[in-house]
């Protein structure tokens, strides 16, 4: 009897529903539970890019824009309806699930009867910044379904966005604006090191002072996901410290490099009641830029509608490593570079005017010693730009410096003679432990550096200098793989690295 009455009621439901595409759908009470019937997705919203379709999510917070499904998920184990959709054309559908108070997720099926599962997103971690996206045929239909984790307490509020990207350009798509209340410029005030920051920070929150600013996000029914968008402006090159103390921790700090908040490129979680170890610290050359605060999808508690407080400071680079003047040498052939710096490190220099934050350890070869200065002196012997990269040892801060030298006069005599590019002809692994190089000549060169390591970044590598152009590397590991390249060099210059050669020691 349950059962008949349970299906009449199911199938009242459906006439009763309809679904759009866009909208929420009204549950029918059965029982403890919410059945929600099935239904068919009409239109999916297009868009150019992933981007767009995150912005399209952004912009729910203001209302504009809905979800495809929301549903209320109450049982122990429950599923939500089943929801068609036929694919128009040929593209990708982009999705995300998530909730305000608990962990979901969406599943698209290739059958009705949902047992050939094509691709589901990640439980609770679904967020508008982690979409999922599966690539549609024209014409075929597929099934999706939420779906909320065993043994949860009652799920407010389900949802899923869904966006679609075309294969074809010529089918139109949305265009959406960022939308966001912005509350004005903040200052941002200058340390001399990392130190007096901590210890300022350190000061503040112990006597409970106000910080820089304070964050809201006071939420429309508790789903609101972000702050409000605060800018500040630094007119240095230097390191961003951010600081926020709240007493919920499931919220990130973002940071955006233009108004339209497309750059995202720092992202810090808030800390809770640790004092300050929780300090985000980012590299920044001057300009204005943005921030606000982003709430992780399935905390419910997470809204800071009480503020997330937040302190930014800032270590311009010119107080930390200076460059004296450049004095040149009495035969003019060479040029002495000063390095002054407030705390103790380590400095390397390259050739080069690198403006933006090159400072990865491959890029500057840090295991090697080549660029490495041994005291806080450089001698030039081009004229030109160099970049000085210093490391602040107590503190873990890296800082980049650029300097250009002027005023060498090179002998007219002397010439550069350009080397091409070295090659290996034959590594093979002989008797003995050993590796047997050949190489191929190049011209107007006078030696060759053979380098070696046991990892492809050459880390500890190991360097030998020949004149001829064979060679045989000794002393070796067995049953180890050596990554093997070779340059060019003469009284001038140095030519370019090879293509790596890899070799098993076997024997």
Known sequence: MFKK??????VAAMMATSFNGVGFFDGIEVSAATIWPDSTINSIPYFSSEFDFVRYMDNSDTGEYKPIISETLVDYDQNGGVHKYTAPEDGTIMWATFSTNGNVRGTFYADSKLTKELKWDNWSYSTREETTQIDVEKGKTYYFQQHKWN?????DKAVTFMGFIPKSSNTATMSVETKYIEKGNLPVIDFPSYSDYLNRCNSLVKSGSKLTTELYARGREGDTRYSEVKSFTVKKAGWLCIYADQKYDDVDLELFADKDLNINFGRFSTFVNRETDGI????????TYYFRGNRWSGIDDSNFNSPLKVYL????????????PVAISKDQKTA????TTTVPGSIRVMPGKYTTYYMHEDFWDVNNTTNLLKGNTFTAKENGWYTARFEDTKNGLIHRIVFSVNGIVKNASVTTVKLGKAKIKSAKNVKGKKIKL???KVKNATGYEVQYA???KFKKAKTKKIKKLTVTLKKLKKNKKYFIRVRAFNKTTKGAWSKVKKVKVKK
């Open 5 to 10: 009455t349970l299906a009449t009621i199911m």
């Open 151 to 155: 043994g949860q307490d009652e799920i």
């Open 438 to 440: 050949t190489l191929k």
């Open 454 to 456: 046991t990892n492809k």
């Open 313 to 324: 400071g800032f270590i311009p680079t010119e107080q930390i490593i200076k460059v004296s």
């Open 280 to 287: 985000g610290k980012i590299w920044l050359n001057p300009g």
């Open 336 to 339: 002495v570079v000063t390095f």
